[in-house]
């Protein structure tokens, strides 16, 4: 049986860079064209996202099991493997809209992986990115650098790309896929070095910003170069390595801006920047490699853990929002992509306690939040068989956003 308990645990901080570049006129992001926002600069430059929106206070609970009423539940298979569920549910505080994706990951032909549109600064509306990797369904994924650099906040991997984004510590609270093709939720740290050179403190790998006082990689994958954006708008005792063809090509203590990245950049603030200035001169050869804790096939972070071991983590039961969170039910192996709607009269959204309840409800003995609020999205197959967004965005359309949860399939052959 899971232990239904509430740990107190202070909440981490949404970190976001300061004073970095918009997104409008960088050209690693869309610009229109392929997109369908209707206003593609509120789209980029969105007013809030759930990670700094002051959100609605919810009415207190009458008690510690409210009843509610469970009404106009629908359900399809997406897919092999896939299983769409909606419903209203309804207590004291008023109705909720629920949207369920049900994945067997044993499912022969499926598989759960990260996407995203290109550029790990590059954002667009789930559905573009789900279609890139010619996905059945998914949801949006992790918190960004939203109106700076675009990039994710935590790490993301990617099954054919491998690494593409990650911090060594901070932000590392991840659903994933393990070597044995299992799902499971839990802390990835990462850990990069520069060969031969072990003072050299590597704490970010294509980060939206650099930890103050550690060095972060930045290779092609990142997009065009973002200036002091990943420094947050630090200038004093920065430092940026060039490295071409394993040999250094300049070491300089400015940061380039809107320049496209070939071999990769060491990014030193503080300390580490002048590390950077005395052991890598001009000529240099170096080498660099990074990694996930126990290299899942996939992975991809949000900010809390909403259940861990069965026990419900989360803390704030009073700020309401738009929500989307991951599950892995450790007895039958599912993975479960709940967005629960807010902001309408049709559904007032959820707090993070009550996210954490209805997972547990659903049978998660682990979940993590994903970004939410307008980002919330859930794209899948409908009845139709038509590809189509599946919940109600709360911004009225498509956020443009960082990444996504997907999930394909190709019929097995024979």
């Known amino acids: 049986m899971r232990t239904r308990l509430t740990l107190a645990a202070g909440l981490v901080a949404c970190a976001l860079a300061a004073g970095a570049p918009a997104l409008a006129g960088d050209p690693s992001h869309p ?21 700094d929106e002051p959100g609605t206070v919810a009415a207190p609970r009458t008690s510690a099991h409210p009843r ?73 994924g992790d918190f960004y650098d939203i109106g700076h650099t ?66 972060g990689i930045y290779t092609p994958r990142w997009g065009r170069t973002a200036g002091y954006g990943v420094t947050q708008g630090q200038h004093e ?30 990014i030193g603030r503080g300390d580490s920047a002048d590390l950077l200035r005395q052991q890598l001169p001009t000529g240099t050869r170096v080498r660099a490699q990074w990694s996930l804790a126990d290299h899942p096939q996939m992975a991809i972070s949000g900010n ?21 969170a991951v599950g892995v039910d450790a007895d039958t192996g599912e993975v479960l992509l709940l967005v629960v709607d807010g902001r309408t009269e049709r559904s007032r959204g959820y707090t993070m306690v009550e996210l954490a309840d209805l997972m547990v409800d659903l049978g998660a003995d682990e979940a ?24 109600t965005p709360s911004d009225g359309f498509e956020r443009w956003v960082a990444n996504a949860v997907s999930i394909t399939y190709h019929r097995p052959r024979g």
């Open 31 to 51: 610009s229109g064209g392929a997109g369908r926002t209707p206003d593609v600069p509120r789209a980029l430059h969105p007013r809030t996202s759930s990670g």
């Open 68 to 140: 509610t009423t469970t009404e106009h539940r629908v359900s399809w298979r997406v897919a092999p493997g896939v299983r769409y569920t909606r419903w209203t549910q309804t207590d004291a505080r008023g109705p909720i809209v629920a949207h369920l994706l049900t994945v067997d990951p044993s499912t022969p032909g499926l598989r759960i992986d990260y996407a995203s549109i290109g550029a790990v600064r590059r954002v667009a509306p789930v559905r573009d990115i789900l279609a890139r990797d010619h996905a059945v369904a998914g949801v949006n």
């Open 150 to 215: 675009g990039a994710p906040l935590g790490l993301g991997k990617d099954r054919q790309r491998g690494l593409l984004h990650a911090r060594e510590d901070g932000w590392n609270n991840a659903f994933f896929i393990d070597r044995r093709g299992h799902a499971d939720i839990g802390d990835l740290p990462m850990t990069a070095t520069v060969l031969h050179h072990p003072r050299l403190a590597v704490t970010n790998l294509n980060s939206p910003f650099v930890t103050p006082g550690g060095i």
């Open 237 to 266: 005792r920065v430092r940026e390595v060039t490295v071409e063809g394993g040999r250094v090509v300049s070491n300089r203590p400015r940061l380039s801006s809107d320049r496209a990245i070939d071999g990769f950049l060491l």
């Open 304 to 324: 809390h853990f909403l259940v861990h071991d069965g026990v419900i983590r989360a803390v704030d039961d009073t700020i309401l929002a738009p929500r989307t």
């Open 368 to 391: 993590v939040n994903l970004d939410g609020g307008g980002s919330s999205t859930m794209v899948g197959r409908n009845r139709r068989g038509a590809t189509a967004v599946l919940n």
